[in-house]
């Protein structure tokens, strides 16, 4: 089954704590991306890549970092999460070539620090 | 600057016939993407417009002007499972994707 697998869905950490949220694909699809979703606001773009060892920044990069290492892993990691990165926080892939593809995000995964 | 604005909120009443409405400024305009997003779960790919006019598929249907910078997602004998979020997306010159904040949808009995 085509799928894009997040983990964890849930976590609960302490400012200052490293951590990362694993993303996987098993799609082969080049372009992956993480966006956050606040209340009353967009999905919000922080990182997304369009190959292995490409990555950009998006709209709301700051206190983030991504690795794309080999095709199918994105992981986002937050070196030192801070209360204002309590989000929920999705992984979307999009393949073939033409930019009007949908994208396929996993299910989520929900940040909590204190 | 770009800009997407849609309604916060809708009621509507199972049977019935609901349209959602979005209003867009992008740079450049590669698209619009309707998704629909449960609570607490994904957004999935509703459909795309990129020229004038209507796509229907099956009990729903996104509509395009492109002049206008508008778009509506028309939904057809409304079902309680239709109750979620619809979120509005344009594609701007660089492809990338600016998001609306999503309309959530209430379906009444």
């Known amino acids: 089954e085509a799928q894009v697998t997040q983990n964890p869905r849930y976590l609960i950490t302490v400012t200052g704590k490293k951590l990362t949220v694993t993303c996987s694909q098993n799609m082969n699809h080049e372009y992956m991306s993480w966006y956050r979703q606040d209340p009353g606001l967009g999905l919000r773009q922080i990182y997304y890549s369009m190959n292995v060892e490409v990555t950009d920044k998006g709209d709301v990069p700051e206190g983030y970092k991504v690795s794309r290492k080999e095709k199918r892993n994105f992981p986002l990691i937050l070196e030192s999460p801070s209360p204002n990165q309590t989000s929920l926080y999705f992984c979307?892939?999009?393949?073939?070539?033409?930019?009007?593809?949908?994208?396929?995000f996993g299910n989520g995964t929900r940040l909590t620090v204190t | 600057g770009q800009n997407i604005d849609q309604p916060t909120e809708m009621t509507a009443t199972e049977g019935a016939i609901v349209q959602i409405n979005c209003t867009y400024q992008?740079?450049?305009?590669?698209?619009l993407f309707w998704y629909q997003q449960h609570a607490g779960e994904a957004p999935t790919f509703l459909s795309y417009?990129?020229l004038d006019g209507l796509e229907e598929k099956g009990r729903f249907s996104s509509f395009l002007s492109r002049s206008k910078g508008y778009s509506y997602l028309l939904l057809k004998e409304l079902q309680m499972k239709d109750s979620a979020s619809y979120l509005c997306?344009?594609?701007?010159?660089?492809?990338?994707?600016?998001w609306g904040a999503g309309t959530k949808l209430i379906i009444k009995p």
């Open positions: 417009n990129v």
């Open positions: 997306a344009s594609m701007d010159s660089n492809y990338q994707l600016i």
């Open positions: 979307a892939t999009m393949g073939g070539r033409d930019y009007n593809s949908p994208l396929h």
């Open positions: 992008t740079s450049g305009f590669n698209g």
